[in-house]
């Protein structure tokens, strides 16, 4: 029976697909594709774990002493039974001889199935047999490990060895082995594990947590693909398998639609398709006014290889790398020196001389380092207050030095901008230039080549914000991240889903802030972009414009929406109504109208 489930549009666009459900602590386990003749060798690295496993609880069961809790021994008897489940062992196959999916995905897939099923169970003991099983399928996960696939092994190869493995990988992941789109349902995915998704199978994503500027979402953004987060219990009313439509312009999903609900839906389909090639021959348009005022329109990118797409998309720079990415989903294990370098270096000749605007490390909040070990989440109740960005780079100069040496050196092979995240005192951001001083007399004395960069600071904290002449003082740029903004003059959590219909970025406040710190930096010649998700949305261009700026760093993917705004815009006749909507008690209400 078709129903909806309603959620937050966060990157538009329509998916029909079949619902994949991972659990969010699985998230990180890989999926892909097999080639369908190596069916055997990955249905038989799942038996050979399995039995590992099984012949570890046996090894326990004989060495258990005479006097140990009978409890154990039972416990040891169920887990071994439900390694030899039929329903466990059938299913798996199914999904790998079938659907051609990897064995863990395989595994994790048919695990997510069994556990609704002991959840729906009336009785208490059997329900409570679902912890059980997910100890045995993590431990069967865990053998896995040390059984990758040759192709498995080739992904993680292709990981760290960069781009060139990795169209490969992506080139197996789009093999015409399934001609079924899926779309990915989750409770939630950390930032870390959805850019794991980056290069994926998924036509959609769904997710029952998270904001409009949470990172999960940004990154789902930018991956350009249908996403709805915020839809509350989207993953326990969604099956596996159900066919799903995502429309993420309106931010709802539909299961299991009707064949007129899919007629309808694969029609708008198309003309998001047919708007999309349309706006593709903007492509190499100069971005200009009406009234001739030129405008830049830089690319949000998350790793190196992104600045294809913001090359593809007609970008003039990288106005916003979010270096942390380059941090997470390592266990904890931070990137060296070289490894950053050849990272940066790999964005800034991605960018083919023109600029990138390196922002250093933003761990914290909702990305934290790694889920288990994030020191900077530990035990902290409020982490968007805390330990984040700037401030955890200034507690930590060893790690902060080993980014700035990296950076200054890359910055020998093009434009460089160094943007420094969530600064608000003057005493951080003397000690932030003390330490490129001491990063630049580090590299001299052991004889590094270094290049000059632009120092810009992020305005995303309204005490910022409101002392701009401060910042001006001491950086070249300013870039004013309006997510954090937002988040932190209304004091609303972007990522929770329960306050998002507070989170509103045209609120007077947070317009008034963007407004001065806007005209501040004009009034003083100094440059001026926003590179928070303001910037990329199409609504807000006008506006944007009317307040003097000139420089709009966003998604990749956003970047002809909004010049196809600025070509049909005359800067000089919108400062007046800008004003306007400036001083309006409501200007959502002005901007819609408009
Ligand atoms: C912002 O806060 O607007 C911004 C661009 O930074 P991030 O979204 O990475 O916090
Ligand atoms: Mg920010």
Redesign the pocket.
């Known amino acids: 029976m078709t129903f909806s489930v309603h959620g937050l549009a966060v990157s538009r666009g329509v998916a029909i697909g079949r619902a994949v459900l991972v659990a969010s602590s699985r998230a990180d386990v890989s999926h892909y594709f097999i080639d369908p003749a190596t069916t055997n060798d990955e249905i038989a690295r799942v038996r050979l774990s399995r039995n590992a496993v099984m012949e570890e609880i046996m090894r326990l069961q004989h060495d258990l002493p005479k006097d140990a809790p009978h409890e154990i021994a039972a416990l040891l008897d169920v887990h071994l039974m439900l390694l030899q489940d039929e329903m466990l062992i059938s299913g798996v196959k199914h999904w790998i001889t079938e659907r051609h999916y990897n064995a863990e995905w395989a595994l994790t897939t048919q695990y997510e199935l069994i556990a609704r099923q002991f959840d729906e169970m009336e009785d208490a003991y059997l329900r409570e047999r679902k912890a059980d099983l997910e100890q045995v399928v993590e431990r069967i996960l865990c053998h896995m490990k040390g059984s990758a696939s040759p192709l498995q092994a080739a992904r993680q190869g292709a990981a760290r060895a960069g781009s060139s493995r990795r169209q490969s990988q992506q080139d197996l992941l789009l093999d015409d082995t399934l001609d079924v789109p899926l779309v990915l349902v989750a409770h939630d995915i950390s930032p870390a594990d959805m850019l794991q998704f980056k290069q994926s199978l998924f036509a959609g994503f769904a997710t029952d947590v998270g904001g409009r ?1 949470s ?1 999960t979402a ?1 990154v789902a953004r930018s991956m350009d693909i249908p996403a709805v987060v915020g839809a509350r219990s989207a993953s326990q009313l969604i099956k596996q398998d159900d066919w799903v439509i995502i429309d993420g312009d309106a931010g709802v999903l539909i299961v299991d639609p009707s064949p007129i609900i899919l007629a309808e839906y694969g029609f708008k389909q198309r003309q998001g398709e047919l708007e999309r090639q349309r706006l593709n021959r903007l492509r190499h348009t100069p971005a200009l006014t009406m009234d001739g005022q030129r405008i830049e329109l830089l690319a ?1 990118i998350e790793m190196p290889d992104d600045t294809l797409g913001a090359v593809e998309a007609g970008a003039v720079g990288v106005g ?1 790398f ?1 270096s942390e990415f380059l941090f997470m989903g390592r266990n904890g294990k931070l990137p060296d020196e070289n490894e950053q370098y050849l990272a940066y270096r790999k964005a800034i000749e991605g960018m083919q001389g023109m600029p990138v605007t390196i922002r250093t490390v ?1 761990i914290g909040s909702d990305k934290p380092l790694d889920r288990p070990t994030a020191k900077s989440q530990e035990g902290h109740l409020n982490p968007a207050l805390g330990l984040r960005a700037i401030r955890w780079s200034l507690a930590d100069p060893p790690m902060f030095l080993t980014q700035l040496r990296a950076i200054l050196r890359a910055a020998a092979h093009g434009q460089v901008n160094l943007l420094v ?1 969530m600064l608000a005192h003057a005493s951080e951001i003397r000690q932030t230039l003390d330490l490129i001083n001491q990063a630049r007399a580090q590299l001299d004395k052991r004889g590094f080549v270094y290049g000059p960069v632009r120092l810009g600071a ?1 305005i ?1 904290i309204p005490a910022a914000a409101l002392t701009v002449p401060v910042f001006l003082k001491y950086f070249d740029f300013l870039s ?6 937002t988040q932190y003059t209304l004091a609303i959590d972007r990522s929770d889903e329960a306050v998002a219909h507070l989170y509103d970025p045209c609120h007077p406040a947070v317009l008034r802030l963007v407004a001065d710190t806007i005209a501040e930096c004009n009034a003083q010649g100094k440059g001026v972009s926003v ?3 303001m910037a990329g949305d199409v609504h807000m261009t006008r506006l944007l414009l009317g307040l003097g700026l000139r420089s709009f760093s966003m998604h990749p993917s956003q970047i002809l929406s909004v010049k196809q705004q600025v070509l049909r815009a005359d800067a000089a006749k919108l400062r007046l109504w800008a004003q306007e909507v400036l001083n309006s008690e409501d200007p959502s209400v002005m901007l819609q109208a408009s």
């Open positions: 500027t990172h940004i949000n916003l979010r933003d995240p992020m995303e004013i991240g309006t997510n954090d903004l590179c928070g998700e």
